[in-house]
């Protein structure tokens, strides 16, 4: 664990190892009493075959600013939060329908399988869809099993201002779902970029259990609950990968052991 929270200082964490795969496995990796749950961040590149209808058949596209966005025929805009057909919002009816209790000509995919980048399936077939969730600007926490919609919003500020109908900022009213619990032999592995690791340390500051963050940034502002280790790569785009890429092998020589 790092010392109490600093809100004023910006903390530089250069010396912090990286995830050896390889090599020898990180003590904090090795406590054999604890459960594993992995939480990566979303993606903007999405698979095209999971979208959530208007009753009357239309599509959905859920952004940030429903207001803001173009004209797409075909295509109906809508926060998750706004008020649905029905009267219920989008997000209660995406959640309904994962109870298999909606009615709604649509066909959602799980979330692992929403997302182009193969790490989240991997992931889910290496540790089981009940210890990976993911991340989602547009949806908060959830199980990487749970059925999501398409969607395309994000946490960071895109540069054409033409674009910012998909840009979450901080202020902006989301419902988030939370479908993250912790015991206090639980693990919590974060792995995403800075702008979706205020929102973990938000979602879980009061989680029980061990948490580690993990992050590729020159500086970080250290959250008092969570312990931070910097993962050194080259690769500075998609970066979360690459240490999804180790946690799996790490995984797979046998070096955490003691997960279930």
Known sequence: ???????NATTR?????RLPAIRAAEGGFREKHLALKIVIQCAGRKNDWSYFRADDGTRLEFVARPGNA???????????DDASDNGLTWRQRVSDFNRNKGTSPSSLEP????????????LVDEFGASQIFVLSAGWGLVR???????????FQKPANRAEWYIWRRRRDRFDDFHQL????????????GSNYRY?????????NGMKTVYYNSDTISPHA?????????????????SCADELIELHRRHAMQGYR
């Open 199 to 207: 929102y973990f340390e938000t979602f879980c500051a009061d989680l």
């Open 225 to 241: 609950s969570c312990q931070y280790k910097r993962f050194e790569t080259k690769r500075k785009q998609n970066w979360h990968y």
């Open 70 to 80: 173009p004209q797409t025929r075909g295509i109906r805009y809508a926060h998750p």
């Open 1 to 7: 664990m790092l010392g109490q929270k600093d809100k």
């Open 13 to 17: 964490l250069a010396s912090a190892a």
């Open 144 to 154: 990487s099993d749970f059925l999501l919609p398409h969607y395309n919003i994000t």
């Open 111 to 122: 979330a692992f399988r929403l997302y182009r980048a193969r790490q989240y399936e991997q």
């Open 181 to 192: 619990a912790a015991s206090a032999g639980d693990h919590v592995i974060f792995i995403g």
